[in-house]
């Protein structure tokens, strides 16, 4: 199993580098990645849908799908149509907001609909789906949301040509995935004490401080040694904001990691999915950067680094 993770690993590191050396050389950022983030969104929502149904409050599917690809296709305008989305008066954040809104009004329409129909006999359910159906629909679309924006950040700015917003995305990946790699492996080896028992028995106090440790060792290698390496000669921040933020980001991976664990515990799972033998499924892979990515954003935003 250990030699089957480390091949499925090297395979999707080396798709996703290809992707985004492709998307990189593309003439509008983001174009090659944003029909990626919508499949992930919508496969991580099915994923999701299905762990939140395992005790008989089925969202209904149609309705949650079409609110995370409005809210991630929301997103995307700024990169089909970017003028549009410079005149939109609510900013970059126009297009996503008003998806998830569409989204959240057609399962409250559908599940209006039902119910007038009186295709549900037992009051009390229609609350809980609708709870479901808009956590499904944040969490799958408007999370996916902050790594379309932070792709899109600084693609304005002179002679970088979009790569700034590719560093921002890259920095949330590495520092998150290298979270992932020093837990996994310092946990092997040394953990001792539990961290999460009854949530995730597998994590350890241990495993977390190594996690740590490789978050901030990835933090550093983007803003180091792979920013001078394309040509970006701007202020990154010093050393100490390059450790913050890999600690910051990496702690917020972490949280996502075990928010799923929680719903995945709760629903009697071990894994989202078992297409991935290893890995489990989309959202397994994919719940500690979606978590991460709004801290990511901030702190981007605010100048902690970048240019």
Known sequence: MLRWRLSLGVLLIAVLVGLCWW??????????????????SVAAAGELLSLLSAHGNTPVASATYLGVVATVGGAGI???????????????????????????????????CHY?????DKPGKATARLALAVLTIVYA??????????????GDAESAGGRWGMVAMLSLV?????????????????????????????KTWEGLAGGLVFACL?????????????????????????????LVVGLAGISGDLSVSLLKRDAGRKDSSRWMPGFGGVLDLLDSILIAAPVAYVLWVTGMVGP
């Not at 998307?23 to 992930?40: E, H, S």
């Not at 180091?224 to 100490?240: D, F, N, S």
């Open 218 to 246: 990835g933090s550093c290698a983007i803003f180091g040694w792979l920013v001078p390496w394309i040509g970006l000669e701007a202020i990154t921040g010093e050393t100490t904001s390059w450790i913050v933020y890999g």
């Open 141 to 154: 679309g408007l999370l996916m949301s902050f790594l379309i924006q932070l792709r899109l950040l600084n």
């Open 174 to 202: 590495a520092v998150v995935k290298m979270g992932d790699i020093g837990a996994y492996t310092v946990g092997r080896l040394i953990g001792r004490h539990k961290m999460t028992p009854r949530l995730s028995p597998g």
């Open 116 to 120: 007038e129909m009186r295709s549900y």
């Open 23 to 40: 998307d990189d050389c593309a003439a509008t950022p983001g174009v090659v990645l944003l029909p990626l983030a919508i499949v992930l």
């Open 78 to 112: 700024s990169v089909v149509l970017p003028e549009v989305a410079a005149d939109c008066p609510m900013g970059p954040w126009g297009g996503p907001l008003v998806g998830m809104m569409a989204g959240v009004l057609a399962v409250l329409l559908v599940e209006m």
